[in-house]
């Protein structure tokens, strides 16, 4: 069994002409071993809000910010070298949680504020890492992700969207 922590550089992709800043995440995944080269993989990734760029209406200013939370649960498909080095895939199927915020200003004429909505679904992921073994029971790691979560808000806005996270994480591993 293996716990890894990492934490990550995400960029984020709605589709259209979104611009959101980079964001942070920190994933935690549990790996239970099936044969020395493939393991069940289970994991939870939280990250910030990403915030969209000031946009400007004929109305006022608008900013969007997204944020998720997921469940991740796959497998865990590996290579030892001879040495301290291993590279491993990550790919299964996530469940999650986006919550989208909009802080509107109406140019002084009436009072802005904060919409927030939320919604879940499913999606998945595929992630490619390379470690190398510190000891037996600890390694350090740089880790590629590629998240998909499918149909954000539909029935819920006239625009729903797929929203794709890129990232790029370190982190450490602790074998049992």
Do not use: C
Not at 15 to 30: H, Q, T
Not at 157 to 163: C, E, G, I, K
């Amino acid at each position: 069994m293996q716990v890894d922590v990492n934490g990550s550089i995400t960029f984020l992709d709605a589709g259209g002409n979104d611009d959101f800043e980079s964001g942070r995440a920190i994933s935690v995944f549990f790996d239970y071993n099936l044969k020395p080269w493939l393991a069940l993989d289970a994991g939870l990734i939280v990250s910030d809000k990403a915030q969209d760029k000031i946009r400007t209406d004929i109305v006022g200013t608008y900013q969007a910010s997204l944020g998720t939370r997921m469940l991740l649960l796959g497998i865990k498909p590996r290579y030892q070298f001879d040495g301290p080095f291993e590279i491993y895939g990550r790919t299964g199927l996530t469940y999650w949680r986006t919550e989208i915020e909009v802080e509107e200003y109406f140019n002084d004429v009436i009072p802005g504020g904060v919409a927030t909505n939320s919604d879940k679904g499913y999606g998945y992921y595929l992630n490619f890492g390379a470690l190398h073994n510190v000891t037996q029971q600890v390694s350090v790691q740089i880790e590629l992700s590629y998240i998909q979560q499918l149909d954000v808000f539909e029935g819920k806005s006239n625009y729903p969207f797929d929203l794709t996270i890129t990232g790029i994480g370190i982190g450490i591993g602790y074998r049992f």
